[in-house]
């Protein structure tokens, strides 16, 4: 037997090294006559996670990527000894595409196996758009290909994906099962072999119409439609022909650039500059929150959801009954969507300890305000913290706007209080903006990086500003939609420019989902920071003031017929805003898309530029992170940092000038940074290189 082992942590991700190594120990496994089969298998925690997906920004180098995996795969395809390959944890992308290339695959049951290029950008470049229908069909391959999802082994088992689940050893079930095909002397079965998938129009219509209304705006899936019907269509090597050059199309494309840069800047926006391997974290195996409210209900459910006990605390019973309630439906309505077992929902309710007394928060490691954005009713809450929690404990405020340092001093130990900004529904939401206030111990700040981790959050390390970083840029665009709206526009027109640039729903339909009076009341709230003499837009306050709230009200932007969530142009809000012109004194115009693009996400790069500069956000993969897991920005744009690289600073320089002559410098003076970096070929992510650096 030759055992050819991958051995590349932390996924064996199929580098230049691994294929070329793969390949000569190949070649040499079948000159070898003493060999009577090969098992191809991986070290580590996990089978290989395909190509590495680093090597795409770099200069490629010959032998290139698909011409050498595919070389990988035809030689494992072609040999003429069994070749078996062993997969355990996630062999996904061209790790799986290495095991359908294998005569024989035989899994852990545990394992997952899948084809996740088309959440980068791509498609399966190394024959998995060619291989995995001949084994299981063109309608299953359309799923697993267009959807990129992995896939289970007992699963695979069943549609054919994979030859044998081993229950015991994998080693020594490979041994076995290349002892039986040695023994058995049948020829190697080839996948490609295997005769072409029955073509199933039907399929590849639900699919198209699947992609049309969830992959909106996406290349790769249609490209993943057009591989899988070649499967169907041409023979094997045509096939794979075209298959490469949909592949090589699209990694070219700044739609691939922009997922890697967001796969990758995920993982990276954990690594904060600064805070060593070296700073402890604290211990962190029991938490409290305070308030039972839509955020604080939400945050409870993360910590039981990861196993952590949680003491959740109200001022009043009634109030705790209805969060817990709450709770108790969210977990109905995840079991009856079959995202749940009852056993696992009665579990995680029995980790969480309903309370209204403080003094039961004297063990928690790290507590958690979610009450109502008042400095006063923050100044109480934490307080009354400060009197009960331990030594060492982490109190931490959930504010989404408010001062952290401020509230920090509420406190004798200021070193101990950080932001934890989490997003609603905290239980989906996979955004965590953790804010460094002024006294934030590091030793702090890395323990809510990793607890973020560990309750399956993106942690993002931002400053303490007014709005930190994500609600800060939003702020700036939700002026600009109001001004737009006064100007000329309306709702639906500026909501659909933005959905056509790919959120996926516009500030005016975000606005009525999550309910208008939050807006209002922050409007309220901060009626003290607005400046004499500079614009500003009332709309909304209209609006609100006539018991237009939102979906909740049956009305808002748009009205909502019983029971929909679909947006309805309203004529009455028309009229509102087009009087509320006329009292503003200000002639409505026609207003173009480009210009409604333009206003709304240069004001938010403008900020995004100014946040860097002044530290709040340290790179700007922190801020383009923040915004496409906590603000819906299209991910195959990269986030709004990214996209202004994409887009040019020196033509954004130069828009933003454009505006300032049109609306003067209150809202329109370009950033020092964007000044800086105006001039050509300058860009946030220095050298296009978008992680590591910048
Ligand atoms: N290439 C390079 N680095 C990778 C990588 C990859 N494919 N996958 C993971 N890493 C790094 C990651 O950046 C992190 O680094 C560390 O590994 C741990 O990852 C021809 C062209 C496998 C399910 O899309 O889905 O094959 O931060 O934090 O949560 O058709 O990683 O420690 O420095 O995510 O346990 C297709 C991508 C490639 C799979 C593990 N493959 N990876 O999740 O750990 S395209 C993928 C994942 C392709 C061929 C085409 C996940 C994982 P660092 P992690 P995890």
Same mark, same amino acid.
């Given at each position: 037997m030759a055992w050819i082992t991958v051995d590349h942590p932390p996924v064996n991700a199929l580098s230049r090294a691994v294929r070329a190594g793969l390949l000569s120990a190949l070649r040499s496994a079948l000159a070898d006559f003493s060999v009577r089969a090969i098992v191809i298998r991986c070290a580590g925690r996990t089978f290989s996670a395909g190509a590495d997906v680093t090597e795409f920004d770099k200069t490629p180098e010959p032998p290139h990527l698909p011409a050498q995996l595919s070389d990988v795969t035809e030689t494992i395809e072609g040999a003429t000894k069994p070749v078996i390959v062993a997969l355990h944890g996630t062999a996904l992308g061209g790790g799986f595409e290495i095991a359908l290339a294998g005569h024989y695959r035989i899994a852990t049951r545990d394992a997952k196996v899948g084809l996740p290029e088309v959440k980068l950008g791509l498609i399966p470049g190394a024959g998995g758009t060619q291989r995995l229908p001949r084994l299981i069909g063109a309608a299953e391959a359309l799923q697993w290909i267009t959807s990129g999802n992995p896939v289970t082994a007992v699963r695979a088992l069943e549609l054919g994906a994979i030859d044998e689940i081993a229950d015991g050893d994998l080693a020594q079930a490979a041994l076995v099962a290349a002892h039986r095909l040695v023994h058995d002397g049948r020829p190697p079965r080839r996948t490609g072999e295997l005769a072409a998938a029955a073509a199933d129009d039907a399929a590849i219509a639900d699919i198209e119409a699947t992609v049309a209304k969830k992959q909106r705006g996406l290349l790769a899936p249609r490209y993943c439609i057009d591989a899988v019907r070649a499967a169907s269509t041409l023979s094997f090597a045509v096939g794979l022909q075209r298959e490469r050059q949909l592949f090589l199309e699209l990694r070219e494309s700044p739609q691939a650039a922009a997922l890697r840069h967001a796969f990758l800047g995920e993982r990276e926006v954990a690594k904060v500059p600064g805070l060593t391997g070296d700073i402890a974290a604290r211990e962190v195996k029991a938490v409290a929150v305070i308030g039972a409210g839509t955020m604080g209900g939400g945050i409870a459910m993360c910590f039981v959801n990861a196993g952590l006990p949680v003491k959740l605390l109200e001022a009043e019973a009634q109030a705790l009954e209805r969060g817990i309630a709450t709770i108790r439906n969210n977990y109905a309505a995840t079991i009856a969507r079959g995202g749940l077992s009852q056993g696992e929902m009665d579990a995680r309710l029995r980790l969480i300890s309903p309370t209204l007394?403080?003094?039961?928060? !004297?063990? !928690?490691d790290l507590i958690i305000e979610a009450v109502f954005e008042d400095l006063d009713v923050k100044r109480r809450v934490f307080e009354q913290i400060d009197a009960v929690a331990r030594p060492g404990a982490i109190l931490a405020t959930n504010t989404s706007y408010l001062d952290v340092s401020a509230i920090a001093e509420f406190t004798r130990r200021p070193q101990d209080v950080v932001g934890m900004h989490f997003f609603s529904p905290a239980n989906v939401m996979r955004l965590l903006e953790n804010v460094r206030a002024k006294k934030t111990a590091p030793e702090v700040l890395v323990t809510v990086m990793r607890i973020g981790k560990a309750i399956g959050k993106i942690a993002v390390l931002v400053g303490d500003s007014d709005g930190f970083v994500g609600n800060r840029m939003l702020a700036q665009r939700t002026r600009e939609a109001y001004f737009l709206l006064e100007e000329g526009a309306m709702p639906q027109q500026i909501d659909k420019v933005l959905t056509d640039f790919g959120f996926a729903m516009g500030p005016f339909a975000v606005g009525d989902l999550a309910g208008l009076d939050i807006g209002w009341r922050n409007r309220q709230a901060r009626a003290h920071l607005r400046k004499p003499g500079v614009r500003d837009c009332d709309l909304l306050d209209k609006v609100c003031a006539l018991g237009r709230l939102g979906q909740k009200t049956g009305a808002g932007w748009y009205r909502y017929e019983k029971g929909s969530r679909l947006p309805i142009p309203d004529p009455a809000i028309e009229q509102l805003i087009i009087d509320h012109s006329r009292q503003a004194g200000i002639a409505r115009h026609a207003i173009g898309d480009e210009e409604i693009l333009q206003r709304c996400l240069y004001s938010m790069i403008n900020e995004g530029a100014k946040i860097l500069g002044e530290g709040i956000a340290a790179r700007p993969v922190d801020v383009d992170i923040v915004w496409l897991h906590g603000y819906g920005f299209p991910a195959w744009r990269g986030g709004p940092m990214f996209h202004a690289d994409q887009l040019g600073l020196s033509n954004v320089y130069a828009a933003i000038l454009r505006l300032r002559e049109r609306f003067?410098?209150?809202?329109w003076t370009p950033a020092p940074l964007l000044s800086e970096l105006a001039s050509p070929g300058k860009r946030f992510y220095p050298s296009g290189a978008t992680h590591g650096d910048g």
């Open positions: 007394s403080y003094g039961d928060l !004297a063990a !928690a003067g410098p209150d809202f």
